[in-house]
T-cell receptor, first 116, second 114 residues
Framework: EAQVTQNPRYLITVTGKKLTVTCSQN?????MSWYRQDPGLGLRQIYY???????DKGDVPEGYKVSRKEKRNFPLILESPSPNQTSLYFC???????????????FGAGSRLTVL | GESVGLHLPTLSVQEGDNSIINCAYS??????FIWYKQESGKGPQFIID?????DKRQGQRVTVLLNKTVKHLSLQIAATQPGDSAVYFC?????????????FGQGTTLQVKP
């Protein structure tokens, strides 16, 4: 089954404790992206990657890091989490650059993160 | 600044009626728009897209209309069903069509009454 898999789905952590949210897709997609979803703010893009070893900042990259060493994986790293990073996070992938591939996205089921 | 917004946070319709969900955008350079549906506890799911050189596109029970003059797009759902209950997001591709930088609106919650 074609899918985007995120782990963990739920996580409660404390301020400053580094964590990684993994994302893996099995569709051989070139494009991958991370979003956070907060009430009243919709989905905001954190980072995206057009291909292996190519990453770019989205609209809210502060406090996050990403890497794209392999095509299928795009982990989101919070080096020193803070309470304002409490959110619902979604990883997504798309079939390629240009229209419509990078825009017709397959989303993961989401990872709910709470930072105390 | 650039923004994508929806006119109403919540829309309640009777089962069987048609639904119209509206979205306004501010970036006149945007050339591609998409609608996503997010059911409770799930990630968003692609519904339909439209390029800026079109003003209408139809899918199965859904139609997207684009009015570039007033920078407005809408999603029409025919014969709304309980399974259509979800949050609907419009999204625009910011400027260059190759970047994949989607800007999402805040979402409209569609409630279908039996």
């Amino acid at each position: 089954e074609a899918q985007v898999t995120q782990n963990p789905r739920y996580l409660i952590t404390v301020t400053g404790k580094k964590l990684t949210v993994t994302c893996s897709q099995n569709m051989n997609h070139e494009y991958m992206s991370w979003y956070r979803q907060d009430p009243g703010l919709g989905l905001r893009q954190i980072y995206y990657s057009m291909n292996v070893e190519v990453t770019d900042k989205g609209d809210v990259p502060e406090g996050y890091k990403v890497s794209r060493k392999e095509k299928r994986n795009f982990p989101l790293i919070l080096e020193s989490p803070s309470p304002n990073q409490t959110s619902l996070y979604f990883c997504a992938s798309g079939s390629g650059t240009g229209l419509p591939g990078a825009n017709v996205l397959t989303f993961g089921a989401g990872s709910r993160l709470t930072v105390l | 600044g650039e923004s994508v917004g929806l006119h109403l946070p919540t829309l309640s319709v009777q089962e069987g009626d048609n639904s119209i969900i509206n979205c306004a955008y501010s970036n006149s350079a945007s050339d591609y728009f998409i609608w996503y549906k997010q059911e409770s506890g799930k990630g968003p799911q692609f519904i339909i897209d439209i390029r800026s050189n079109m003003d209408k596109r139809q899918g199965q029970r859904v139609t997207v209309l684009l009015n570039k003059t007033v920078k407005h797009l809408s999603l029409q759902i025919a014969a709304t069903q309980p399974g259509d209950s979800a949050v609907y997001f419009c999204a625009e591709n910011r400027g260059s069509s190759n970047t994949g930088k989607l800007i999402f609106g805040q979402g409209t919650t569609l409630q279908v009454k039996p």
